[in-house]
């Protein structure tokens, strides 16, 4: 099994900037692939991005494309997204996946999962 744990969500004003990280155990993590999602209050559980295991593909949203960057530290057992220019309308529960098999775009593909840290935007 693999563990996961996000940190450094928090509130935010519009156009600032947060990095989260999720901190995995196990020996094997370096060979998963991570994801981050997010749900916001009402609505279904969302695609975020992606990285292989390698951290050579990445894969990332439109509503993300060139605010977010996703990376990894197989080293640190860690992953990172890097969030700038924040909107309101990115305010929601972030939450990072890990999956062996495939760096996938749905949270069906995903195995293990954090807790989820909270990321307020305000306008």
């Known amino acids: 099994q693999v563990q996961l744990v996000e940190s450094g969500g928090g509130l935010v004003q519009a156009g600032g900037s947060l990095r989260l990280s999720c901190a995995a155990s196990g020996r094997t993590f370096s060979r998963y692939a991570v994801g981050w999602f997010r749900q916001a209050p009402g609505k279904e559980r969302e695609f975020v991005a992606t990285?292989?295991?390698?951290?050579?593909?990445?894969y990332y949203a439109d509503s993300v494309k060139g605010r977010f960057t996703i990376s990894r530290d197989n080293a640190k057992n860690t992953g990172y997204l890097q969030m700038n220019s924040l909107k309101p309308e990115d305010t929601a529960v972030y939450y990072c996946?890990?999956?062996?098999?495939?760096?996938?775009?749905?949270?069906?593909?995903?195995?293990?999962w954090g807790q989820g840290t909270q990321v307020t935007v305000s306008s």
């Open positions: 990285i292989s295991w390698s951290g050579s593909s990445t």
């Open positions: 996946a890990a999956d062996i098999t495939y760096y996938g775009r749905s949270p069906d593909e995903y195995d293990y």
